[in-house]
């Protein structure tokens, strides 16, 4: 009886290293397949080939050998996307989304007109056909977006602007599109703003052009 033990125990050991052996020639003799097709969506195709060209060029072996964070910040150094999301279409086909970033403004530096994004990056434009607000000033894309966003949470409508003056100060003016000149103080940006609505609404301000609030506790009053 331990005789015919000891020979299952020597069976099994055979077809366990012969099978390891099969299973350990199979892992080393396969590949994974290549990524085949990318699918973009979102933008045009001028703009999608700089996608494919960055994704081809990151030397990905396979869908699963994908690193994200290079392929986060090689992506995101172009300045028209707002975000996008990479999904992987096994066996072999990504597919990347993209949102655009939207244009809110329109200025110049050094010569060059750009879009301003609200991803608060500059897009260089050819094309001003969009009835966008003009930045005037030496102008911190940084600084404009915190300014916007203060706008956006007072009750004065950011369509209705026409121009904008930035000053090294980091204060603001804004022209409206009936031609109202708003002096904004460096703080409490939104108060006032959402008095010269109240403002505009009364008879007696109608003729008033400009509005000055950067006098703490003063509105200054300038008529036609």
């Known amino acids: 009886m331990h005789q015919l033990i000891s020979k299952k125990i020597v069976i ?16 080393v003799n396969f590949s994974l397949p290549k990524i085949k097709d990318v699918e973009i969506y979102g933008i045009d195709l001028n703009e ?20 994200r964070y ?7 150094s172009i300045n028209i996307i707002e975000k996008f999301e990479i999904f992987k279409n096994y066996p072999s086909t990504l597919k990347v989304k993209i949102k655009k970033t ?13 879009f301003i994004g609200s991803n608060g990056k500059l897009i ?16 911190d894309v940084e600084e404009f977006i915190k300014f916007k966003d ?26 409206t599109k009936k031609g109202n000149i708003i002096k904004l103080p460096t703080e409490n940006i939104g108060k006032s703003l959402d008095l010269f609505i109240r403002l505009s609404k009364e008879n007696k301000f109608k003729d008033s ?3 000055d609030f950067r006098q703490k506790d003063q509105i200054i009053l300038n008529e036609k």
Do not use: C, H, M
């Not at 050819?126 to 000033?137: E, M």
């Open 70 to 76: 290079n392929l986060k910040s090689n992506i995101e």
């Open 124 to 139: 260089e434009t050819n094309d001003s056909i969009l009835k966008l607000p003009y930045v005037f000033g030496d102008l």
């Open 48 to 67: 999608s080939a700089k996608i494919r060209n960055i994704i081809e060029n990151s030397n990905i072996k396979n869908i699963f050998s994908i690193n």
């Open 209 to 211: 052009s400009i509005i």
């Open 102 to 114: 939207k244009f809110v403004a329109l200025t110049k530096k050094n010569g060059i007109d750009y």
């Open 150 to 175: 203060k706008i956006d949470k007072s009750n004065f409508n950011f369509n209705q602007i026409s121009k904008l003056y930035f000053y090294k100060s980091k204060r603001w003016d804004i022209e």
């Open 12 to 27: 099994y050991l055979l077809l366990f290293f012969f099978l390891g052996t099969v299973n350990n020639y199979s892992i």
